[in-house]
C-alpha cells in the first residue's frame, strides 16, 4: 500500500477511534475517565443530583458552563468539539435525528459538521422529527456561543479572524466558553472585509440564523433580556419568530444595548434576501419569476421583489412578507441599503443647511431626502431616491408616516380600498379637499408631486402606459418628464389606450416639459443680460421688458413646435395585458 493511502486510513481509523470513545463519554461522563476527573468537583458543585447517563451531566455543565473551573471548563469544551464535528459522537442526536437525517441529509458525509449544517438548513421541514428539532436548536445556539465550536467556519475563517478580530480570537482560543460568541460577532460586522469566499459564506449563515432567533446571539439574548420580559411575555410562547416581531414593533422603547442589536440584525435582513428567511423561502417563486437576473448582496433581490409586489402574479403569501419588509424600511434609513450607502454625504450636507429638522425621528432621515430631493447632489443618491419614491407611488405604507398620519382620513374617506396598486393614492386625491388632518394633505400632494416627476416613479402611468411609452414615446429620455410630457402630447390620437390616458388624467399630467424649456431659456437670456450690463443701463428698461416678452412667446411655440415634431408618432392600436409591468 502506497504511503499516502496507509497514513489516510490511519488517520480515519483514529478519527472513529476518537468519535466512539467520545461518545460513549457523551451519554455516560464516567465513561470518559480524564474529562470526569477534571470535572469531578464542578459535577459536585453544579450537578449533584443529575444522574449519569443519556448525556444528563454533559447538559448540566453547558448549561453552568460560566461558571466552571478552568480545567472543567476546557475538558468539557473538547467534549463538545468533537459531538460539533461529527454528530455520531452525539448519541442522544443520532438517537433523535436518525430517520430525519436519512430524509433531509441523505447525501451528506459525516464529518466537519457537515451533517449538523444540513439539519440547521432544514430548520422548519415538515420531515425532520419535533425531538430532532429541538437538539438541533440548542446545538446551534451552543456554536454561536463558541466560534471554534464551528469546524468549517474556523478553518475557512482562520485568516480573516486574525485580520480582523484578533483580540477577540485569542480569547477564543483559550476554549474555555468564555467569549460569548464574540468572534463570530466580530466577523458578520466586518463582513465586508472578509476575503475567503467560503468563510463570508458560513457567516451569511451564522447571521441569518441570528436575525431568525436573537438567542442565537449570546450578547443581544443577555441585553434584550429584560426588554423580552418587559414588552414580550406573552409573544414567547409564540417561538422566536413571535419574540422577535415583538421587539421591532417596541424599537423606540427598548433599552439601547437591545435597540441597538435588533436594529444590527433588521438591517443585514434588508440588505441581502438570503438572512432574511421569510423573504428567501416564502419568494423563492417570485424571485425567480421577476429577480432572476439580479444579482443578490446590497438589497437589490429585496428591492426588486418590493418593486414587483403588486404584480397580478405575485404570490399572496410572499406580498405579506414584503410588507412586513416594506413598513419596517419606513422607520429608519439603516433599513434602506441603497439610500444609506449613496446619500451619506448629501445627508450630513442637508444636515448642516438644517433641512432636516426631524433627522432623527422614525423615518425622518428618509423623508428628509426625498423632501430634499432637488438640491440632493450625489447621482447615486439622487437614484437610490427615485426607486424609493417608486415605491411610495405604489403604497402609501412606503412612505414614513403616512399611513398613520392619514388613519382617520382613510378610514372616513376611502374604507376598504386597498393601500397598494396606487389605488390608496387616488381615493385620497380624489377627496384631497375633504382631508382634515393637515399632515396627511402634506403627504398625498407631495406623493401627487412627485409621480408628475417622471415616468419611472409614477405607479400607475408605469404600469399602464407601457405599449404607449414603447410606440409613441420611444425616443424620450427617462427625466424631467420627457417621457410623461410625450405621453400628453400623444393622449388624444387614435390608439392611444384608455387605461393610459385614465392614468395620466389621474396624475394631471400635463405638458410639464413645456415650462422647463421656457424656463431654461428665460434663465439664459437672464444670463446674458447680466454679462451685457452696458446695453441695460444704456437702453433701460423698456427694452428690456420687450425682450423678456418676446423671448418667453418664442420660446413657447418653438418648444410646442419641437415637442410635436420630436414626439410624433404613426398611431397604432394598443393591447394592454393585465399583467403588463414596468
Not at 451519554?27 to 469531578?40: D, M, V
Not at 435525528?97 to 440547521?120: F, H, N, T
Request: aromatic fraction near 4%; include cysteine; hydrophobic fraction near 35%.
Amino acid at each position: 500500500m502506497p504511503p499516502g493511502q496507509r497514513c489516510k486510513g490511519q488517520g480515519s481509523r483514529l478519527l472513529n477511534s476518537i468519535t466512539r470513545f467520545a461518545k460513549q463519554g457523551a451519554s455516560n461522563i464516567k465513561f470518559a475517565p480524564k474529562l470526569y476527573s477534571q470535572c469531578l468537583t464542578d459535577v459536585q458543585t453544579f450537578c449533584k443530583d443529575v444522574q449519569p447517563g443519556d448525556g444528563q451531566v454533559h447538559a448540566c455543565l453547558l448549561k453552568n458552563k460560566d461558571k466552571l473551573s478552568s480545567d472543567c471548563a476546557r475538558a468539557e469544551f473538547g467534549q463538545q468539539l468533537v459531538q460539533s464535528t461529527d454528530i455520531r459522537a452525539h448519541p442522544k442526536a443520532m438517537a433523535a435525528c436518525r430517520e430525519s437525517i436519512k430524509k433531509l441529509c441523505p447525501d451528506v458525509q459525516m464529518g466537519s459538521g457537515r451533517v449538523w449544517a444540513c439539519l440547521q438548513d432544514a430548520k422548519g421541514s415538515p420531515d425532520m422529527a419535533e425531538a430532532c428539532a429541538a437538539i438541533v436548536k440548542n446545538h446551534t445556539r451552543l456554536q454561536h456561543s463558541e466560534y471554534h465550536l464551528n469546524p468549517s467556519m474556523s478553518n475557512f475563517c482562520e485568516q480573516d479572524a486574525k485580520k480582523l478580530c484578533g483580540p477577540q480570537l485569542a480569547k477564543a482560543d483559550r476554549k474555555d466558553f468564555k467569549t460569548d460568541g464574540a468572534v463570530i460577532t466580530c466577523l458578520i460586522q466586518s463582513m465586508e472585509s472578509v476575503t475567503n469566499p467560503a468563510c463570508k459564506a458560513s457567516l451569511r449563515t451564522k447571521a441569518g440564523q441570528r436575525v431568525q432567533d436573537v438567542q442565537n446571539d449570546p450578547e443581544a439574548y443577555r441585553v434584550c433580556a429584560n426588554d423580552v420580559k418587559i414588552y414580550c411575555v406573552d409573544a414567547r410562547a409564540g417561538g422566536p419568530a413571535s419574540v422577535k416581531k415583538c421587539l421591532q414593533a417596541h424599537l423606540q422603547s427598548l433599552s439601547e444595548a437591545c435597540r441597538d442589536k435588533q436594529k444590527f440584525y433588521m438591517a443585514m435582513a434588508s440588505t441581502d434576501i438570503r438572512l432574511n428567511n421569510n423573504l428567501l423561502k416564502g419568494c423563492a417563486t417570485a424571485e425567480k419569476r421577476f429577480c432572476s437576473e439580479v444579482n443578490r448582496g446590497e438589497g437589490r433581490v429585496i428591492f426588486c421583489l418590493l418593486d414587483h409586489m403588486h404584480h397580478p402574479d405575485m404570490e399572496a403569501t410572499c406580498r405579506e412578507h414584503l410588507t412586513e419588509e416594506m413598513e419596517k424600511r419606513t422607520k429608519s434609513l439603516s433599513f434602506n441599503p441603497a439610500l444609506k450607502k449613496n446619500c451619506e454625504k448629501d445627508i450630513q450636507a442637508l444636515k448642516s443647511k438644517n433641512k432636516c429638522p426631524i433627522l432623527h425621528s422614525p423615518g425622518g432621515g428618509i423623508n428628509c431626502l426625498t423632501t430634499n430631493l432637488d438640491i440632493v447632489t450625489e447621482p447615486e443618491c439622487k437614484k437610490s431616491i427615485t426607486d424609493l419614491l417608486r415605491l411610495q407611488s405604489a403604497d402609501v405604507r412606503a412612505k414614513p408616516g403616512m399611513q398613520q398620519a392619514c388613519a382617520t382620513d382613510i378610514a372616513a374617506l376611502c374604507k376598504g380600498v386597498a393601500p397598494g396598486g396606487a389605488k390608496l393614492h387616488k381615493c385620497l386625491r380624489n377627496h384631497q379637499k375633504e382631508i382634515k388632518d393637515s399632515k396627511c394633505k402634506a403627504m398625498v400632494q407631495e406623493v401627487e408631486d412627485n409621480d408628475k416627476r417622471s415616468f419611472k416613479i409614477n405607479f400607475n402611468v408605469r404600469t399602464h402606459c407601457k405599449n404607449e411609452r414603447e410606440t409613441f414615446c420611444k425616443d424620450a429620455v427617462v427625466g424631467r418628464a420627457q417621457v410623461m410630457t410625450c405621453l400628453a402630447l400623444h393622449r388624444n390620437e387614435t390608439g392611444f389606450g384608455q387605461e393610459c390616458a385614465h392614468a395620466l388624467s389621474d396624475s394631471q399630467i400635463k405638458t410639464p416639459l413645456m415650462k422647463q424649456q421656457i424656463a431654461a431659456q428665460l434663465e439664459n437670456l437672464q444670463g446674458w443680460l447680466l454679462s451685457h450690463r452696458g446695453i441695460i443701463e444704456e437702453w433701460g428698461g423698456v427694452m428690456l421688458g420687450c425682450v423678456v416678452a418676446l423671448v418667453a412667446a418664442a420660446a413657447f411655440g418653438i418648444s410646442y413646435w419641437i415637442l410635436q415634431q420630436r414626439f410624433k408618432k404613426v398611431g397604432y392600436s394598443v393591447t394592454v395585458a393585465p399583467s403588463a409591468m414596468d
